[in-house]
């Protein structure tokens, strides 16, 4: 049984910043990429930034310079630091984790979600 579990989200005004977590626990053998990824109502889930094992990251444009991911491979554990929030940035955030798990198999893993609004 794995399990991701996220935390940080909240409600937050425009220029703020919030942090995201998220700690995966259960039979992993080898935590491959993990990442985070949003829906906003009515939009597909999109990418806003992984990061490899080696620490090698990626990032949306539109969060480019603003967001920034990171890794606590000991702790099999990844964060989302956000700064300069905007409204657009509203959406239910999810954390997900590509590893090598039960049976040497492959898994990809989303965590439940967390919502992070940006309002005044």
Do not use: H
């Not at 935590?31 to 080696?54: C, D, F, N």
Request: charged fraction near 20%; glycine fraction near 12%.
């Amino acid at each position: 049984q794995v399990q991701l579990v996220e935390s940080g989200g909240g409600l937050v005004q425009p220029g703020g910043s919030l942090r995201l977590s998220c700690a995966a626990s259960g039979s992993i053998f080898s935590l491959y990429a993990m990442g985070w990824y949003r829906q906003a109502p009515g939009k597909q889930r999109e990418l806003v930034a992984a990061i490899t094992s080696g620490g090698s990251t990626n990032y949306a444009d539109s969060v480019k310079g603003r967001f920034t991911i990171s890794r606590d491979n000991a702790e099999n554990r990844v964060s989302l630091q956000m700064n300069s929030l905007k409204p657009e940035d509203t959406a239910v955030y999810y954390c997900n984790a590509d590893f090598r798990g039960l049976g040497s198999k492959r898994y990809d893993y989303w965590g439940q979600g967390t919502q992070v609004t940006v309002s005044s």
